[in-house]
C-alpha cells in the first residue's frame, strides 16, 4: 500500500463499523515494514500466517485450487489448462491467444485502469503505480539476508515444511 492515497485511506478507515484500528501509510522503508510486518503477523492487515494455512489446510477438497504467481510466471499456459479443467470451462481454440493476451502482464500494464479496482482511484499514479513491475522474487535484492532467513524459519515454524516451500516457489517445489 505504498501508493495508496488518502481516498483508499478513508474508504478503510472512516466506513461505519470499522474493526480494528486504523490503517496507516506504510514505512518509508521497506525494510523496516517488511521487519515489522514479519514480526506482527501480517499488520496492519490480516494475520498472514492463519490466512495462508487455512488455505493449505483445505487445498484437497475438490472446490479449492491453490494457485500461485510463480507457476504462473513460469509456465502460463500450463497453469491456464489446469485451472479451466479445474473448472470444467473448455479454452476455445480460436479464443486462446486472446486469453492469454489479456493474462499477460504486458496487456494489464497498457490497460490498467480497467484491470485495477475504480480504474485505479485509490493510487497516487492511478492504475499504472497499482499494475507495477510483474516480477518475483524482487525481495531478494532488497531484504538482507538475516531478515530472509527469519521469513523462511518462520514460514516453515507456522506453515510447516511442504506449505513454506509451496510458499516460496509455487508447485515446482525445490
Not at 32 to 41: I, P, V
Not at 49 to 57: I, K, L, Q, T, Y
Not at 94 to 112: L, P, Q, T, V
Not at 142 to 150: E, F, V
Request: with cysteine.
Amino acid at each position: 500500500h505504498s501508493t495508496a492515497n488518502q481516498a483508499w485511506y478513508d474508504a478503510l478507515n472512516k466506513t461505519p463499523g470499522l474493526v480494528g484500528p486504523e490503517i496507516g501509510p506504510p514505512h518509508e522503508d521497506p525494510v523496516e515494514y517488511f521487519r515489522h510486518w514479519l514480526k506482527n503477523d501480517g499488520a496492519p492487515f490480516w494475520p498472514f500466517w492463519e490466512n495462508v494455512r487455512s488455505w493449505w489446510e483445505i487445498r484437497d477438497l475438490p472446490n479449492v485450487l491453490m494457485v500461485h504467481f510463480a507457476d504462473l510466471k513460469r509456465d502460463f499456459e500450463g497453469e491456464l489448462e489446469r485451472i479451466a479443467a479445474f473448472l470444467e470451462i473448455p479454452i476455445p481454440e480460436d479464443g486462446r491467444a486472446r486469453i492469454i493476451e489479456h493474462c499477460s502482464f504486458d496487456y494489464m500494464k497498457r490497460n490498467a485502469a480497467a484491470s485495477v479496482p475504480l480504474g485505479g482511484a485509490f493510487w497516487d499514479g492511478g492504475a499504472q503505480s497499482f499494475i507495477h513491475k510483474g516480477t518475483n522474487g524482487r525481495w531478494k535484492d532488497r531484504l538482507p539476508s538475516d531478515l530472509s532467513d527469519a521469513y523462511e524459519q518462520r514460514a516453515e515454524e507456522e506453515l510447516g515444511k511442504d506449505a513454506a516451500a509451496w510458499l516460496k516457489v509455487g508447485r515446482q517445489v525445490r
